[in-house]
């Protein structure tokens, strides 16, 4: 089992800046696969950006590109998601998810498809008013 805790979510004004943290259980870290997904009220849960297990290789929802960027400590088993310029479509709970080797899932990098990832966080809200 991975537990995966974020924090860093709040209300903000629209320009504003928030970085989420997300810290995983497990002593593997630099094996997970991390991602960024979001979920507001009466909308599916959608993609946000993921990075790949040394942090090489980053990917980005086109709404989000540019003002996001994911970034992990594998030695601190964190993975951040620094949002800049906030916009109040930017409001949603933010979930970070983990795809864990030998879990079952598989996420195809450049995919946006939050099935290939096996454990999620419980999500930290984020507010953006106009």
């Known amino acids: 089992q991975v537990q995966l805790v974020e924090s860093g979510g709040g209300l903000v004004q629209s320009g504003d800046s928030l970085r989420l943290s997300c810290v995983a259980s497990?002593?593997?870290?630099?094996?997970?696969?991390m991602g960024w997904f979001r979920q507001a009220p009466g909308k599916e849960r959608e993609f946000v950006a993921a990075i790949s297990r040394s942090g090489g290789r980053t990917f980005y929802a086109d709404s989000v590109k540019g003002r996001f960027t994911i970034s992990r400590d594998n030695a601190k088993n964190t993975v951040y998601l620094q949002m800049n310029s906030l916009k109040p479509e930017d409001t949603a709970v933010y979930y970070c998810?983990?795809?864990?080797?030998?879990?079952?899932?598989?996420?195809?990098?450049?995919?946006?498809?939050?099935?290939?990832?096996?454990?999620w966080g419980q999500g930290t809200q984020v507010t953006v008013s106009s």
């Open positions: 497990g002593r593997t870290f630099s094996t997970y696969t």
């Open positions: 998810a983990a795809d864990v080797p030998g879990s079952g899932g598989y996420y195809y990098f450049g995919s946006k498809d939050p099935r290939g990832f096996d454990y």
